[in-house]
Nanobody, 120 residues
Framework: QVQLEESGGGSVESGGSLRLSCAAS????????MGWFRQAPGKEREWVAS???????VYAESVKGRFTISRDNAKNTLYLQMDSLKPEDTAMYYC??????????????WGQGTQVFVSS
């Protein structure tokens, strides 16, 4: 059974940083494209970033230069380093896994999410 468990969310002031983690189990982690998504209250889910099996990454324009996605295949863990946080980054953040494609939308497996709140 595939499990993705996010952690690291919390409350932070504008300009601050948080590091999200996603622990994966039940799947060959190194063979999966991994992504981060977020959903703010009353809004649709939004793609944030993806990282492929080779380590190549892509970002949404809204987070480019502020967020960094990374993975540790030895630990089956995905990360999202979030710097220079803004109030508009407030959302529930989800990690997701997919194979073989690394898209901005369709993922096979999803975590339960971790909440991020950024105060102004």
């Amino acid at each position: 059974q595939v499990q993705l468990e996010e952690s690291g969310g919390g409350s932070v002031e504008s300009g601050g940083s948080l590091r999200l983690s996603c622990a994966a189990s039940g799947l060959p982690f190194s063979r999966y494209c991994m992504g981060w998504f977020r959903q703010a209250p009353g809004k649709e889910r939004e793609w944030v970033a993806s990282i492929g099996t080779g380590g190549g990454s892509v970002y949404a324009e809204s987070v480019k230069g502020r967020f960094t996605i990374s993975r540790d295949n030895a630990k089956n863990t995905l990360y999202l380093q979030m710097d220079s946080l803004k109030p508009e980054d407030t959302a529930m953040y989800y990690c997701a896994a997919n194979r073989p494609l690394c898209s901005r939308k369709d993922y096979d497996h999803w975590g339960q999410g971790t909440q991020v709140f950024v105060s102004s």
